[in-house]
C-alpha cells in the first residue's frame, strides 16, 4: 500500500510527530523531569526508542515550553583526517562541538574552545531586556564515551569537569544525557562533578502491551485503514501482531527432560513493531475494504524476516541502480559499518567514495534508511540506521555466503585447512581459475588469491621437474651408462612421486567432477609406463610401484553405472517418486499417467498397478507392509493405501469438498507410530476448503485410526512440496515454494494431532523443493532447494537465541535439486535434480561435497530410494527413465585397471548404456572398452594427427573423435569402423563436439573460432 505511516528501522524525526504513538506517559514524565532539573540522565535498552522519543515528543514539547534545544550532539566522533587527534585536547568534548556547528565554520577553529567558551560565543545569553530561554544540550548515544576513543580515557575526566564548569557559568544550561542502560553504571566515577550527583533520571522501558497496540493501530487509522477486531477465538488482527512480537523462548523442564516452550513476555521492541509493521504496510495490496484482516497480518507481518528481507531489498535496489556488485555492498557493511565486536561503525564520506563504497550506492542506500548521516563539522559520517539491524545482517551475510561455494571456493578451503599440496589446482583447472580470479577480483577472497598463487608455483615447479628429468635422461643416454642409470633412477623417483600426486588429486575429484577423476587417474596410469630408451635398466633398477595409481583409477570408475536401465517405461511419464517395499523385494515408482511401475528384484520383471489420475508421492509406513500414494484424481486431491504384502488396496483418504474445489497432494509423511499421515501441497486456483480456509500452501494430517482429517492453516504462502516427522514424534518440518522450512513442534490429544510454529528457516535463496528429517537422528534434517544446495540442519535448544542452524550445505549440483532421501541407519543422504545426476552424501562426515555421482539420466531426477538394507538405490526421471544400482557402493568394490593404451591419453567418454568406455590417444586412434569385462573389445586406428577430445552419442551408437588435422571422425561404436570423415569445414584443429539431445545433429568446435552443425543422418 502506498504512503507508510510506520518509519521502520530508523529513529523518527520531528516530522514524523504525527504518527509516533505509544509513549505519552513517557513524554509527560520525561519532559517535566527536564524543566525541573539542569541535569538529567535518560537510560534505557538499545532499541527502546529513546532518539524517536526526544525527536517525535519530547524537543517539539519542550520549544513549546520555548526551551531553545540546541542539535543533539554525539561524543564518539573522530575529528577529520585533516586535524591532527594530538592537536585536540578534549577528543570529546571536540565532537560535541562538531555536532553542534554542523557546517557553519571549519573544524580547525573549534580546537582551541572549551565547552564554555563555545557556548558562551555562539549561544550568548541574551540581552538583559530580553527573557532569558532556558537553553538545553543533548548528548545522545552517550555510552559512546565509555566505548570510542579507549586511547584517550583520560579525556572522560576533563570532559565531565568542562561540563559542570559550563553549567557553573552559563546558569540558563541545561543538559541531558541520553545513553543505553548497560553502561549506565560507567558514570559512577564522574556523578561528583555535576550537580546531585547525576540523581535525576528517567528509565525509558521498552513498549508496554497497551502501548504497543497503540503504536500499531493509530498510523494505520490516520491513513483510513483499521485493522480486524477478534471474533470468536480468533484475536484481532493487531492483537495478533502485537503478541507476534511478544514472543519469548525459554526452556523449561518437564521430569527430566529440557523442553523448549514459547511465552507472551511483558513487552516489545520498538524497533521490531516498526519494521513489522513498516514491511506489512508494504507488502499488503490495496484494501478496498480498508481492513486488514487476520490472514492478512499473519502472512505479511514475519518481524525475523522483515529486518532480512528489508536489508537484502535494499542491497538488491543498490546494485541494480548503481552495478556495485551485492558482494562488494555485503562486505562494506561488515568490514566498514560493523566492528570486529558487532557493533556500529561510521564511515566518512569522500568527494568520490566513503570507505570505498562508491557515493552513489552510498545514497540508495540513505534513501533506503538502512544507514543514516551524521555531520560532523563540514564531513558527512554514516552508520546502521539501528543497532537492531546487526544481527540479520550478519546472519544474511553468512547464508548468502554460504549459498555461492563454487568448486575452487571449497577446493581454495579444503587446501587453506590442510595444505595438502594434492589438492592445488593445475593445467586447464588452473588456468580456468586464474581467469575467473581476473574477470571477479571483487568476488575473490585472500584464501583463494593464496591456493591460485600457490598452485601457480607447484604447477612451475612440476614443468621445471619435468624438464629436469628429460634432461637428465638424455644426457644419461648420450654420456655414461651409469649416468644413464643414476638418470633413470631420479626419473623413475620422479615420475612415480608425479603419479602419487596425480591419484591423490583424482581421489579428491572423484567427489566433485567424474569426468576429471577419470582423466587425472588415468594420466597418473601413463606416468607409470617407463619411458621407452630406458627400459633396458628396468630389469636392473625395477619397475614403478604404480599402486596407488591403478587403485585411483578403480576407484574412479567404481559404482558410476547400473547394473539395470529401464528406459521409456511408460511412454515418456514422468517420474514422479520412489520407494523400495518394507521387504526390499520390490520396487515402485510413481508415474504421471496415475500408474505405479513395480519391479520385482528376484524376477527382474515389471509391471503396473492403475491408481490415480497422477501420482505425486509415494511414502512408506513406519513398521508395516504399507505404502501411502497420493496425487490428485480428475483434479481432486486422494491418498490410496497400498498393502505390499498382499499387493491389494486397502483404504482411500479423500477430502470432502465442493463440486469444482481440489487440492493437488505433493507430499506425504507418516508419524512415528502410524498413527497420522501428514498430506501438503496446495489448493487450486479456485479452491477453498469446506473449513472456510483458503490458501495457495495446503498442510492436512489425517487421523488414520478415525479417518478423519483436518488443515492446519497457512502454513506456507505457496505450494508445500516436502514434510517430514522427526523419528521420535516431537516435530515436523515442511518446505515450500515461498523459500521457506518451518519447523513445527507437535502435541497429541490422542484424537487430533496439535502444530505449533517453532521456527521459520530463510537461509535457502530459491523455492525449497523437499525436506527430509534423518531415520536416526530426531535433531538432524535435510533441505533441497532451487538454489542448488542441500543444507542440513541441527535443532538444539541449549541455544535459545538460534535452536536451529544450518551445520553444512552441500555443493555439488549444477540445478536445482528436486528430491532427497536418507539411508535406512541415517548415515547417507541421496538427492536428485534437475541436472540429471543423483549425489550420494556422507553424513557422518558433514562434508560439503558428494562421496558418489550417479550419472546417466538424461532428464530430472526427481524419484530417489534407498533400499532397506542401504546397498541398492534406485533413481527416476522426468523422461520415464529408470536405473536401478545393485552394488555395494558404500564397501566401494574395486573393479580391473584397464591396460593397453599405448600413448597419452586425449579423451574419455562413456556410452551412455555403460557398457563401453572409449579413449582417445596422442596419436588420433583410440580403444573401445567393455566395461564389463575391462577387456579391450575393438581398437580405433590412428587418423588426423594428435587427438583433442572426443565425445558419444546419447543412444550409444557412434563415437566422434576431434584431431589436430582440422577435421572430426564418426565411428560405429559396435564395429569399431569409421562411418564418416567431416572435412572441409574447419580450418583449424577441432577441439570439442557434442550431439543434440535427440542425435539428430552433431556440433563441433575448432580453433578457427567457427562451430559447425552436421546433419547426423547424412553427415553433412
Avoid at 71 to 86: D, N
Avoid at 101 to 122: I, R, V
Avoid at 430 to 436: E, G, T, Y
Amino acid at each position: 500500500m502506498k504512503d507508510n505511516p510506520y518509519v521502520g528501522p530508523r529513529p523518527y524525526e520531528r516530522r514524523h510527530q504525527q504518527n509516533f504513538y505509544g509513549r505519552t506517559r513517557e513524554a509527560r514524565d520525561l519532559l517535566a523531569l527536564i524543566m525541573a532539573e539542569r541535569v538529567v540522565v535518560l537510560y534505557a535498552p538499545s532499541g527502546a526508542g529513546k532518539t524517536s522519543l526526544l525527536n517525535a515528543k519530547v524537543i517539539p514539547a519542550l520549544e513549546d515550553e520555548e526551551f531553545v534545544v540546541l542539535p543533539s550532539a554525539r561524543v564518539g566522533s573522530s575529528p577529520p583526517p585533516e586535524i591532527p587527534l594530538e592537536q585536540v585536547s578534549n577528543v570529546f568534548v571536540y565532537s560535541v562541538l562538531l555536532s553542534l556547528m554542523g557546517e557553519q565554520t571549519a573544524p580547525d577553529a573549534l580546537t582551541t574552545h572549551t565547552l564554555t567558551s563555545f557556548l558562551q560565543q555562539y549561544y550568548p545569553e541574551p540581552e538583559e531586556t530580553e527573557e532569558s530561554a532556558p537553553l538545553l544540550l543533548i548528548l545522545d548515544q552517550f555510552e559512546e564515551l565509555f566505548t570510542a576513543h579507549r586511547a584517550r580515557w583520560q579525556d572522560a575526566q576533563d570532559f565531565f569537569a568542562q561540563v559542570s564548569a559550563a553549567l557553573e557559568a552559563i546558569p540558563r544550561l541545561g543538559i541531558l544525557f541520553s545513553m543505553r542502560e548497560d553502561f549506565l553504571a560507567e558514570l559512577d566515577p564522574y556523578v561528583a562533578l555535576l550537580p546531585r550527583r547525576l540523581r535525576a533520571r528517567f528509565r525509558l522501558t521498552l513498549l508496554s502491551p497497551e502501548g504497543a497496540l497503540e503504536a500499531i493501530v493509530k498510523p494505520a487509522a490516520n491513513r483510513g485503514i483499521a485493522f480486524a477486531p477478534a471474533a470468536g477465538d480468533q484475536p484481532g488482527a493487531a492483537e495478533w501482531l502485537r503478541d507476534e512480537l511478544r514472543r519469548v523462548n525459554i526452556q523449561r523442564q518437564v521430569g527430566a527432560e529440557t523442553v523448549a516452550d514459547v511465552i507472551l513476555g511483558p513487552s516489545i521492541e520498538p524497533v521490531q513493531l516498526q519494521v513489522a509493521c513498516n514491511q506489512l504496510w508494504e507488502n499488503l495490496p490495496d484494501q478496498p475494504d480498508q481492513v486488514i484482516d487476520l490472514q492478512e497480518a499473519q502472512n505479511h507481518g514475519d518481524v525475523t524476516r522483515a529486518l532480512g528481507d528489508f536489508y537484502e531489498s535494499a542491497l538488491q535496489e543498490t546494485a541494480q541502480q548503481t552495478g556495485v556488485s551485492e558482494r562488494a555492498l555485503r562486505r562494506w557493511f561488515s568490514e566498514q559499518l560493523l566492528t570486529p565486536m558487532q557493533t556500529r561503525g561510521m564511515a566518512m564520506r569522500g568527494p568520490h567514495e566513503t570507505a570505498g563504497l562508491p557515493n552513489a550506492a552510498v545514497d540508495v542506500l540513505q534513501h533506503r534508511h538502512l544507514i543514516r548521516p551524521e555531520m560532523r563539522a563540514g564531513a558527512r559520517w554514516y552508520e546502521l540506521a539501528h543497532d537492531r539491524l546487526i544481527a540479520p545482517i550478519l546472519h544474511s551475510n553468512r547464508a548468502w555466503e554460504a549459498t555461492r561455494q563454487t568448486p575452487l571456493r571449497v577446493a581454495a578451503k579444503r587446501w587453506s585447512e590442510s595444505k595438502l599440496p594434492a589438492l592445488l589446482y593445475r593445467d586447464d583447472a588452473l588456468k580456468q581459475a586464474r581467469a575467473w580470479a581476473a574477470q571477479h577480483p571483487d568476488e575473490v577472497e585472500p584464501y583463494e588469491q593464496e591456493f591460485i598463487t600457490v598452485s601457480q608455483g607447484a604447477e612451475q615447479r612440476r614443468k621445471w621437474a619435468r624438464r629436469a628429468l628429460v634432461s637428465a635422461a638424455a644426457v644419461g643416454i648420450i654420456t655414461l651408462c651409469i649416468v644413464a642409470a643414476l638418470a633413470w633412477s631420479a626419473a623413475r623417483n620422479g615420475l612415480r612421486a608425479y603419479s602419487k600426486e596425480l591419484a591423490a588429486e583424482s581421489q579428491y575429484w572423484a567427489q566433485l567432477d567424474q569426468d576429471a577423476a577419470l582423466e587425472l587417474a588415468y594420466e597418473a596410469i601413463q606416468q607409470n609406463e617407463a619411458p621407452r630408451l630406458l627400459t633396458f635398466w628396468t630389469p636392473i633398477l625395477g619397475e614403478i610401484d604404480y599402486t596407488e595409481a591403478e587403485i585411483a583409477l578403480r576407484q574412479a570408475l567404481t559404482d558410476f553405472y547400473p547394473s539395470a536401465i529401464y528406459e521409456d517405461i511408460a511412454s515418456r511419464q514422468e517420474v514422479s517418486s520412489m520407494v523400495y517395499g518394507a521387504d526390499g523385494r520390490y520396487v515402485y515408482a510413481g508415474l504421471s499417467n496415475g500408474k505405479i511401475w513395480v519391479w520385482e528384484q528376484a524376477t527382474e520383471q515389471t509391471r503396473y498397478l492403475p491408481a490415480m489420475s497422477a501420482v505425486r508421492v509415494l511414502v512408506n509406513h513406519p513398521s508395516l507392509p504399507i505404502i501411502a500414494v497420493a496425487g490428485d484424481d480428475s483434479k481432486n486431491g486422494l491418498i490410496r493405501i497400498f498393502n505390499s504384502a498382499t499387493e491389494a488396496w486397502e483404504a482411500e483418504l479423500r477430502v470432502a469438498t465442493p463440486e469444482g474445489m481440489f487440492e493437488e497432494i505433493y507430499a506425504l509423511a507418516y508419524s512415528p507410530e502410524g498413527r497420522y499421515l501428514a498430506a501438503a501441497g496446495d489448493y487450486g486456483a479456485k479452491f477453498r476448503d469446506a473449513d472456510g480456509l483458503s490458501n495457495a500452501g495446503m498442510l492436512r494430517i489425517w487421523n488414520l485410526e478415525r479417518q478423519e482429517s483436518f488443515v492446519v492453516p497457512a502454513p506456507h504462502q505457496k505450494r508445500v512440496t516436502g514434510i517430514s516427522f522427526s523419528n521420535n514424534g516431537r516435530y515436523l518440518v515442511s518446505s515450500s515454494n515461498d523459500g521457506l522450512v518451518r519447523l513445527w513442534e507437535l502435541s497429541d490429544d490422542g484424537a487430533r494431532l496439535t502444530l505449533h510454529p517453532f521456527i521459520t528457516l530463510t537461509a535457502h535463496t530459491g523455492p525449497v523443493l523437499d525436506v527430509k528429517f534423518s531415520p536416526t537422528d530426531p535433531t538432524l534434517f535435510a533441505s533441497a532447494s532451487a538454489d542448488k544446495t542441500i543444507r542440513l540442519w541441527r535443532i538444539d535448544l541449549t541455544h535459545a537465541a538460534e535452536p536451529v542452524k544450518a551445520v553444512v550445505t552441500l555443493l555439488g549440483h549444477t540445478r536445482e535439486v528436486k528430491a532427497l532421501a536418507f539411508s535406512a541407519t541415517g548415515d547417507y543422504l541421496l538427492s536428485g535434480s534437475r541436472d540429471a545426476t543423483a549425489l550420494l552424501w556422507d553424513v557422518r562426515a558433514l562434508s560439503p561435497n558428494a562421496i558418489l555421482r550417479f550419472t546417466g539420466h538424461t532428464n530430472v531426477v526427481q524419484g530417489v530410494a534407498f533400499a532397506p538394507d542401504g546397498t541398492t538405490i534406485a533413481t527416476g526421471d522426468g523422461s520415464g527413465n529408470v536405473r536401478l544400482w545393485d552394488r555395494d557402493f558404500l564397501r566401494r568394490e574395486r573393479l580391473s585397471t584397464l591396460v593397453g593404451q599405448n600413448d597419452r591419453g586425449r579423451g574419455l567418454a562413456y556410452t551412455p548404456d555403460g557398457k563401453y568406455l572409449v579413449s582417445g590417444d596422442n596419436t588420433g586412434g583410440g580403444l573401445i572398452w567393455d566395461v564389463a569385462a575391462g577387456d579391450i573389445a575393438r581398437q580405433l586406428p590412428p587418423v588426423g594427427g594428435k587427438m583433442w577430445n572426443l565425445t558419444v552419442s546419447h543412444d550409444s551408437k557412434y563415437a566422434v573423435t576431434c584431431t589436430d588435422d582440422g577435421n572430426a571422425y564418426v565411428w560405429e561404436i559396435a564395429t569399431g569402423t569409421q562411418v564418416a570423415k567431416l572435412e572441409e569445414g574447419h580450418r583449424a584443429g577441432v577441439e570439442q563436439a557434442a550431439f543434440s539431445p535427440d542425435d539428430r545433429y552433431l556440433v563441433t568446435g575448432a580453433d578457427d573460432q567457427r562451430v559447425l552443425v552436421w546433419d547426423a543422418t547424412t553427415w553433412q
